[in-house]
């Protein structure tokens, strides 16, 4: 069920009326929760549901089997087991087409010969690191096992943030399942808000970049240079627009649960250099790469070869998260070229805080930082685009020949993209682009939302899927 669709404006209200009619029923309120959460996800398919059921299950069943205090190899091998288990699961449905396609063609046989056309989950990837992070947080002593199911399986399968995050720690969410929720209208409202915000950057932004980029990329011998490089661009106003506003609507829609989930991004194209971009974009998956990956290697803390070997290592399991292509394994790599002189020379934490805090604008230096980052960005984001590293090559040797022609740019998603852009940085220091708290003017704030409601009406995009659906 897409938060776009017809179904989602009729599933949310129905849901979230029952939901607090059940308010000091716990139990009741978390079997609601699992039961919304898996008709939310077996709209795609009903099949997607007897495994993201196995996956919670066996992660339920090694939080039972570890035992605090007790055997400390005992409970790593259950850690381990359903780690293993999980992620054979994952690589199955994820990977197994690939690397089985690849050696194939390797040893001249026909891809079809070996692959079996499995139908790849919708936020596989998502919920299984979800329900990892639980097994290995219990088994390191910093949460207690749980007994209850029903709070377990509600955790996993929350349905705002279950097929595209933020990818959410057990020792955040599944406490908050743990207890009773309260009505808070202050918070209901702010998350409507933050919503509204999330469907203008999906809808409008996203989606009209979206119909310019994608005729770009199905034809890249069409197009001169400069619609190359405004193509490149709009893809990574697009992605940011679809991803983050996918995570807008999560957290917005949590809101009116009592839930509160963690932030995932934060306005990530006013980095001044690739460290602090990867601080801002995608934050739950970075943050869980960097505690369950890159601290156990031993970090930054070790010897200079240890750095680099794990710089590329959680760079290059993050592009292989992304999906089973060698696109995506060159763009890990490539984001690791760029982020480890900063790492080697202790600069990877130079900038901590927010761009031009306490100003309007930024200086000459901040502005030519954050152009940068955005060029080095959206070279990258040309690979995560392209569909084979050839298609990539084309468009980067499009852009590279200069080769003028005709130029017709979408004004339409630039003006929006523009727009978008304007009112994150005069948010940059808030939650999102619609926290209007500081606002006192009740005719003002109406006025803007009432704005963005009547543009996301008549200019969005509706029922297009999420680009990170597929990951």
Not at 180 to 199: I, K, S
Not at 274 to 292: G, K, V
Not at 388 to 404: H, K, L, P
Request: some cysteine.
């Amino acid at each position: 069920m897409l938060f776009t669709s017809t179904e989602f404006m009729v599933f949310l209200p129905v849901v979230f009326a029952l939901y607090w009619l059940l308010r000091h029923r716990l139990r009741w309120q978390n079997l609601l929760v699992v039961a919304a959460s898996y008709l939310f996800y077996g709209w795609w398919d009903w099949r997607f549901l007897l495994l993201i059921a196995f996956t919670t299950a066996c992660s339920y069943a090694s939080g039972l089997l570890i035992k605090p205090g007790g055997n400390r190899r005992r409970n790593r091998t259950v850690m381990w087991l359903n780690i293993g288990v999980n992620l054979a699961i994952l690589g199955l449905f994820k990977y197994y087409g690939f690397f089985a396609a690849e050696l194939a063609r390797l040893i001249g046989l026909g891809a079809d010969s070996v692959t079996l056309n499995l139908i790849l989950p919708v936020g596989i990837s998502f919920y299984t690191f979800q329900a990892l992070s639980y097994s290995i947080d219990v088994c390191r002593g910093k949460l207690e096992p749980t007994r209850d199911a029903a709070a377990f399986f509600a955790y996993v399968s929350f349905f705002p943030q279950l097929v595209a995050g933020p990818i959410e720690r057990a020792t955040n969410l599944l406490p908050q399942f743990q207890k009773e929720r309260r009505f808070d209208y202050a918070t209901a409202v702010d998350g409507v808000r933050q919503m509204l915000w999330g469907f203008f950057k999906k809808v409008v932004v996203a989606d009209n970049c979206a119909m310019f980029v994608d005729n770009v990329w199905a034809n890249i011998d069409g197009y001169s240079s400069p619609e190359l490089i405004l193509a490149a661009a709009l893809f990574s106003i697009q992605i940011y627009g679809d991803f983050s506003g996918y995570s807008d609507i999560a957290i917005g829609t949590a809101k009116l649960f009592g839930i509160t989930l963690m932030r995932n991004f934060n306005v990530p194209y006013f980095s001044r250099d690739i460290a602090e971009f990867w601080r801002r974009w995608h934050i739950s998956l970075t943050t869980w790469f960097r505690d369950y990956v890159y601290i156990p290697l031993g970090g930054s803390r070790v010897e200079h070869w240890k750095v680099v070997r794990n710089t590329f290592a959680i760079f290059l399991l993050s592009g292989f998260w992304h999906g089973a292509n060698w696109t995506f394994l060159a763009w890990g790599p490539f984001h690791a070229l760029l982020f480890l002189p900063l790492i080697l020379m202790g600069k990877n934490r130079k900038h901590t805080d927010t761009v031009a805090s306490g100003r309007w604008f930024p200086t000459l230096k901040e502005l030519g930082q954050m152009l940068l980052t955005f060029v080095l960005a959206t070279i990258g984001w040309i690979l995560f685009r392209s569909q084979s590293i050839g298609e990539a090559m084309e468009v980067y040797a499009g852009i590279a020949m200069g080769q003028m022609g005709k130029f017709a740019p979408p004004m339409r998603a630039i003006l929006f993209a523009a727009t978008m852009l304007a009112v994150e940085w005069l948010q940059r220091t808030r939650r999102h682009g619609l926290d209007m708290s500081g606002v006192k003017s009740g005719a003002v704030r109406y006025a803007c939302y009432l704005a963005v409601l009547a543009v996301i009406f008549m200019y969005g995009v509706f029922n297009e899927t999420f680009i990170y659906f597929q990951f």
